[in-house]
């Protein structure tokens, strides 16, 4: 994972998004990826979920089902957290944008390739 892919990760994970979803949380391989940076060790990139929600800078995919299911309310909420912290690190502050996730698809984080841009 790269530093700034779990900056952003960090943020939006560890602000305003576990005081609302704190059961999704635990779900959602966040913490996982977390202890995983720290100790240096890499993970495999989970499959995609099923479902999508996007938007200008990513894709955030979700299962409603299974043992990592979640709720769109929830990914809607990732992906509004995402932007934000975007915007603060990238527009704001002037950090250099990330390089791309390698996932296929366009250059949006997460994207697949199947996935649709929201209006």
Request: aromatic content about 10%; charged content about 20%; hydrophobic content about 40%.
């Amino acid at each position: 994972m790269k530093p700034m892919t779990v900056v952003l990760v960090f943020l939006v994970c560890s602000c305003v998004v576990p005081a609302l979803f704190a059961q999704d949380l635990m779900k959602c391989g966040t913490p996982e990826a977390l202890r995983a940076f720290w100790a240096g060790e890499e993970l495999e990139r989970p499959p995609f979920g099923q479902d999508t929600v996007s938007s200008r800078h990513f894709v955030v995919h979700f299962d409603t089902t299974g043992d990592h299911a979640t709720t769109r309310a929830y990914a809607e909420s990732v992906s509004v957290y995402a932007e934000c912290s975007w915007r603060m690190q990238v527009d704001t502050l002037g950090w250099i944008e990330p390089p791309s996730d390698g996932a296929g698809g366009d250059d949006r984080y997460g994207n697949s390739g199947d996935a649709i841009m929201d209006p």
